[in-house]
């Protein structure tokens, strides 16, 4: 694992990697391959150490809800797992099982 910086910017910023990004968009796009890279960027990605997201309430901390770890599928999935922690909030459950997801399970 990485360690987390302070702050947002001070994330490393991977020069090979975003050469090969910009190869690959040209390789997509003729136009995309004349174009040049305006901003390079970094971040972490938000995964628990097993992998899976962390969705439910957080123990210890009542009225206190996460959504987080879904890595680069994380946006993807945010339809559903937006639906499944809302759920859980106003009703107690949610209509799919996020037993296996809880923040919990580190506890």
């Given at each position: 694992?990485?360690?987390?910086?302070?702050a947002?910017?001070?994330?490393?910023?991977?020069?090979e990697?975003?050469?090969?990004?910009?190869?690959?968009?040209?390789?997509v796009?003729t136009?995309?391959a004349?174009?040049p890279v305006e901003?390079?960027?970094?971040?972490?990605?938000?995964?628990?150490?097993?992998?899976?997201?962390?969705?439910?309430a957080?123990p210890?901390t009542p009225?206190?809800?996460?959504?987080t770890g879904?890595?680069?599928?994380?946006?993807?999935m945010?339809?559903?797992?937006?639906?499944?922690?809302?759920?859980?909030?106003?009703?107690?459950?949610?209509?799919?099982?996020?037993?296996?997801?809880?923040?919990?399970r580190?506890?």
């Open positions: 694992m990485a360690p987390v910086c302070e947002p910017g001070e994330v490393e910023v991977r020069r990697v975003t050469r090969r990004l910009a190869s690959t968009m040209g390789e796009s136009e995309l004349q174009a901003l390079e960027s970094a971040c972490h990605f938000p995964f628990a150490p097993d992998g899976l997201p962390m969705l439910g957080v210890g009225g206190a809800f996460v959504a879904g890595g680069c599928w994380g946006i993807l945010g339809p559903a797992i937006g639906l499944g922690v809302a759920e859980l909030m106003l009703d107690g459950e949610a209509t799919w099982d996020l037993r296996p997801f809880s923040p919990g580190f506890t």
